[in-house]
């Protein structure tokens, strides 16, 4: 910067002194003899017109590199920051997965994160995913703590199915594949049935693709509720318990229905119809 205003600066002074030599009194008769045909008023004009232009004319290239320091601080800064944005150590965790039934993608399902121990009907989950053609989806939620990952099937026809994923920012978690169920007919007992016998028998609509059924019963009026019963009970449709119940007392039924399916790397069918959430009692 400084070489360019010197350089400016002379040519300035060397205009300057022109313009003053000119003017002075040794070539006074010179200049009226000019005068004659180009007035000496034109002559100062046109000189100080020239040193106007040289002074204030557009910065020269020298100039444009002396600021480029600045701008390449700029541009240092812009790249900073774009590093700064991939970093995802702030960027919540990130849960991968696939929707499945039985062998097949569900693409029409859905995907939501709720803290752990929220239902998967909380009005305000920390987030929500589509599911793609292919039944794969990806999800991600901030925040500490562990996190349920509900995948729901369309609704009426579905169950859903939630898995507990540990909070871990900037990393993803793979859930696999999810195996949401059907839903099942339940013949015997209705919601909140009384049975006239303390060993009842439970029925059930077949599900097509089933090779076997679990059943299972809880006592509700005990607190905590206690499973009394859990087992396979084969390819049927029916199913008596060999005990009696307890008079004065309230359980809840369910039945699964597991396909000749397997699961990927195990030897369980998989679990892909059921009904749950039945209520009953002994009188």
Known sequence: MFVVDQRRGFKTFSLLYLAGYLLSSSYTAELTRIEKLFPMWRLVLIALTLILTMGCGAPSATDNEASSPAQTEGDQSTEMQSSDSGDTTDSGTTV????????????????????????????????????????????????????????????????????????????????GNMYVAKKMTVLSPTDGFAYATLTPTYSWEAFPGAVDYRVVVWNTSADPSTKIFESSVGNVTEYSFDSSLS?????????????????????????????????????
């Open 247 to 283: 008079l004065d007392t309230e359980y809840q039924f369910s039945v699964t229905a597991i396909s000749g399916v397997k699961e990927p790397g195990s030897s369980a069918g998989i679990r892909f119809a059921y009904y749950s959430g039945l209520n009953f009692s002994m009188p």
């Open 96 to 175: 991968t997965g696939r929707a499945m039934w039985n062998d097949q993608a569900l693409p029409g399902a859905s995907v939501i994160a709720v803290p752990e121990g929220n239902s998967y009907t909380d009005p305000n989950p920390v987030a929500t995913a589509p599911v793609d053609a292919e039944g794969y989806f990806t999800i991600s939620f901030s925040g500490t703590g562990n996190h349920t990952v509900w995948v729901m099937g369309p609704p009426g026809e579905y169950w859903g199915i939630g898995k507990t994923v540990e909070s871990d920012p900037g990393e993803t978690v793979d859930l």
